[in-house]
C-alpha cells in the first residue's frame, strides 16, 4: 500500500463518504492499523505496507464508572474504529452493576472488570483511557496513565490546583500521548452555530461575552456527596461552571489579562454546600473584550445555560440573533438548534468528542479540547478563585507565572 497513514486514512475516508452517497449508508471505514501507547501509535509506511497489523480497533478503558461514565462507555463502543476492552471502579460489584444498566443501551459483552487500576494500565489491549473518577484523583491518574503510553479522555475538573494541572502537562508531555479534556459543549449544535456566526462576522467586531451556569446540584444526584465539599468540588466555578467559564473564552478569543470575582452563599445555604456555591467573574482579554460568567450550583430553577455576546453590528442572545449586516431585520431572528438546555450528560454531545478524539489518535493531530487548551481555562479559574478569596483583581501573570 502505498503512501503515509495520514495519506491512507484521507483517502480510505474519502471512498467510505463517496460510497455512503451510492449505498445510501453512513458506514466508516474501519482504520487497518492500531496505536498501542505513545510509542507505538506512531506507525511508519512501511508497518502500513507490509501489512503487519490488519483491521483492529482502539480499545479502551475507563476508571469510575459513575454517571458520566456511561456516555463514555457509548461513544467508544458505538465508533466504529475503537472498542470497550474494561473498566474499574471503588468496587468490583460497582463495576458489573454499571454495566448491567448499561447492557440495554449497548453491547457489553466480554467487556472486562479490572480490580485495580493498576492492572487495567498494564493491559496491552487498552489504548485509551478515560479518567471519570471524582476530581481529586484525576493528578494521579492521568500521569500514571501517561507514563503507561495510554492516551486520553479527562472528565472536567482536570486539576483542582496549579501543581497538579502542571504535573499532569507535564507527564503528557513526555509520554507524546493525545488528550481530550471534556468541555464536550464545544460539539453541542448551539455552540457550534455561534462560533460560526462570530467566524463569519454576522455581528462585526465583538467587544462584551456573557455566559452562566446555573444548575441546582443537589441529593438527587449521586455526585452532590463529594460536589459540595472543598476537597472535591472547591468552587462553583471549578465544579461546573467551567463549562460556561470555557465557552467565555472560546467565543471572545484572545488572552485573559485580568480577573476580577465575587462568591457567596445564600442565607440559609439549603444544600449544604461547604464552599460559597454561587459566583461572578468579570474577565479583561487583550483584545479589547470584557468577558462576565455567573456560575451557581445551588440555583432554585430549571437548568439554565444562557449567552449574550454583543458585537459592532449585532448580538446574539442564546439561541436567536440580530444583525444590521442583513438590512431590513425589525427584531431578533430565531436559529433553530439543539440547545445547551439540559444538565443531564446523557443530553450532552459526548459521542462527538470521544469520536474526535479516536481520530486524532488514528491520525496522529492534537484534539482541539486538549489538556493544553483546557489548562488555559483552569488557570482562568484559579485566578477567579483567588481573586473571590482575597478580594482583589489578579492579573494572569500571577498564575502563569509572567
Not at 504535573?167 to 488528550?179: D, S
Not at 454583543?310 to 433553530?336: H, V, W
Not at 459526548?350 to 491520525?363: R, V
Amino acid at each position: 500500500m502505498a503512501g503515509t497513514p495520514a495519506q491512507w486514512i484521507t483517502e480510505a475516508r474519502a471512498w467510505a463518504t463517496a460510497s455512503s452517497k451510492e449505498t445510501g449508508s453512513g458506514t466508516r471505514v474501519p482504520n487497518q492499523h492500531l496505536a498501542r501507547g505513545a510509542e507505538e501509535a506512531r506507525h511508519t509506511s512501511a508497518d502500513w505496507e507490509s501489512g503487519t497489523s490488519m483491521a483492529k480497533q482502539l480499545g479502551a478503558g475507563i476508571v469510575g464508572m459513575g454517571w458520566a461514565a456511561g456516555e463514555h462507555f457509548k461513544a467508544y463502543q458505538r465508533n466504529p474504529n475503537s472498542r470497550m476492552v474494561g473498566v474499574c471502579s471503588r468496587t468490583p460489584e460497582g463495576a458489573r452493576a454499571k454495566l448491567a444498566a448499561l447492557r440495554a443501551e449497548v453491547d457489553t459483552s466480554g467487556v472486562k472488570v479490572y480490580d485495580s487500576y493498576e492492572h487495567m494500565l498494564a493491559d496491552p489491549e487498552v489504548q485509551v483511557v478515560s479518567i471519570c473518577t471524582p476530581p481529586s484523583q484525576h493528578a494521579n491518574q492521568v500521569v500514571a496513565a501517561a507514563q503507561a503510553g495510554k492516551h486520553l479522555c479527562i472528565e472536567k475538573a482536570a486539576a483542582l490546583n496549579l501543581p497538579d494541572l502542571r504535573r499532569m502537562q507535564a507527564a503528557v508531555k513526555q509520554a507524546g500521548v493525545k488528550t481530550a479534556v471534556c468541555f464536550e459543549c464545544h460539539y453541542n449544535p448551539q455552540v457550534v452555530t455561534i462560533k460560526r456566526m462570530l467566524e463569519l462576522g454576522l455581528i462585526g467586531d465583538i467587544y462584551s461575552v456573557e455566559s452562566d451556569y446555573y444548575h441546582g446540584i443537589g441529593p438527587w444526584y449521586r455526585q452532590w456527596e463529594w460536589n459540595v465539599t472543598v476537597e472535591e468540588g472547591t468552587s462553583a466555578l471549578l465544579s461546573a461552571g467551567c463549562h460556561a467559564l470555557d465557552l467565555v473564552l472560546y467565543f471572545a478569543g484572545g488572552e485573559v489579562t485580568e480577573v476580577a470575582s465575587f462568591a457567596g452563599y445564600s442565607p440559609n445555604n439549603p444544600l449544604q454546600y461547604r464552599y460559597p456555591p454561587h459566583s461572578t467573574t468579570i474577565l479583561r482579554f487583550d483584545n479589547g473584550v470584557l468577558g462576565k460568567c455567573a456560575a451557581s450550583v445551588d440555583y432554585r430553577g430549571p437548568y439554565y445555560f444562557p449567552f449574550e455576546i454583543q458585537g459592532e453590528t449585532g448580538c446574539i442572545r442564546d439561541n436567536r440573533f440580530y444583525s444590521t449586516k442583513l438590512g431590513g431585520q425589525k427584531a431578533m431572528a430565531e436559529i433553530p438548534t439543539i440547545m445547551l438546555d439540559s444538565g443531564d450528560v446523557t443530553h450532552h454531545p459526548y459521542e462527538e468528542e470521544i469520536t474526535d478524539l479516536i481520530d486524532c489518535m488514528l491520525e496522529d493531530r492534537c484534539h482541539p479540547v486538549d489538556l493544553e487548551y483546557a489548562a488555559r481555562v483552569h488557570e482562568v479559574i484559579f485566578a477567579a478563585d483567588r481573586a473571590a478569596a482575597e478580594g482583589r483583581v489578579v492579573r494572569m501573570g500571577e498564575i502563569r507565572g509572567l
